[in-house]
Antibody, heavy 118, light 110 residues
Framework: QVQLQESGPGLVKPSETLSLTCAVS?????????WGWIRQPPGKGLEWIGI???????FYNPSLKSRVTISLDTSKNQFSLKLSSVTAADTALYYC???????????WGQGTLVTVSS | QSALTQPASVSGSPGQSITISCTGT?????????VSWYQQHPGKAPKLMIF???NRPSGVSIRFSGSKSGNTASLTISGLQAEDEADYYC??????????FGGGTKLTVL
């Protein structure tokens, strides 16, 4: 069974960098598929952040592209999200997920809440 | 990229059918047969219900079906059940090789 688990600080100060990691079990991320990050501000809808392929190719939401970096660590079977220069608008529940087709995320983590506040 | 347009809410009685629309442009919904639908219960992660416009993942009830016409995709739930009450999100591939979600629709089972 594929499982994903997000981890990282729950509180980040404005202007700093948000860093999250998604640990994957039950599947080797270097074997295939894309791996992605999606966020959901409290009480609002889903926002696609970006994806990374098993070989390291990345695609980002144009509205976040200048601040986002997604990377792989195949030795630890995990992938990461970095979002720089955060503001209160970046406060959200952050999910990691496995993408099997163009828009189909079949396995999701439980999500981790990140609050941006001083 | 702009979010796809979904109705904020829909409702139906048990046993009835409802349809949720998802409108985009020729650069996303209309240009690709890569539309997915997700169900999200409160406090839970989204669950994939439909992929590639009309395909159901293993384990998803046949009461859920998807279709597309032009720039609008639709999710239909037949034989509405209390457990279907949730938020529903559509998602489409885009011409920029990215993905965009709809704003979400709250389904209420009366």
């Amino acid at each position: 069974q594929v499982q994903l688990q997000e981890s990282g600080p729950g509180l980040v100060k404005p202007s700093e960098t948000l860093s999250l990691t998604c640990a994957v079990s039950g599947y080797s991320i270097s074997s295939g598929f894309y791996w992605g990050w999606i966020r959901q501000p409290p009480g609002k809808g889903l926002e696609w952040i970006g994806i990374i392929s098993h070989s390291g190719s990345t695609f980002y939401n144009p509205s976040l592209k200048s601040r986002v970096t997604i990377s792989l660590d195949t030795s630890k079977n995990q992938f990461s999200l970095k979002l720089s220069s955060v503001t209160a608008a970046d406060t959200a529940l952050y999910y990691c997920a496995r993408r099997i087709l163009a828009t189909a995320f079949d396995y999701w983590g439980q999500g981790t809440l990140v609050t941006v506040s001083s | 990229q702009s979010a796809l347009t979904q109705p904020a809410s829909v409702s139906g009685s048990p046993g009835q059918s409802i349809t949720i629309s998802c409108t985009g442009t020729s650069s996303d919904v209309g240009g690709y047969d890569s539309v997915s639908w997700y169900q999200q219960h409160p406090g839970k992660a989204p669950k994939l219900m439909i992929f590639d416009v009309s395909n159901r993942p293993s384990g998803v009830s046949i009461r859920f079906s998807g279709s597309k016409s032009g720039n609008t995709a639709s999710l239909t739930i037949s034989g509405l059940q209390a457990e279907d009450e949730a938020d529903y999100y559509c998602s489409s591939y885009t011409s920029s090789s990215t993905q965009v979600f709809g704003g979400g629709t709250k389904l209420t089972v009366l």
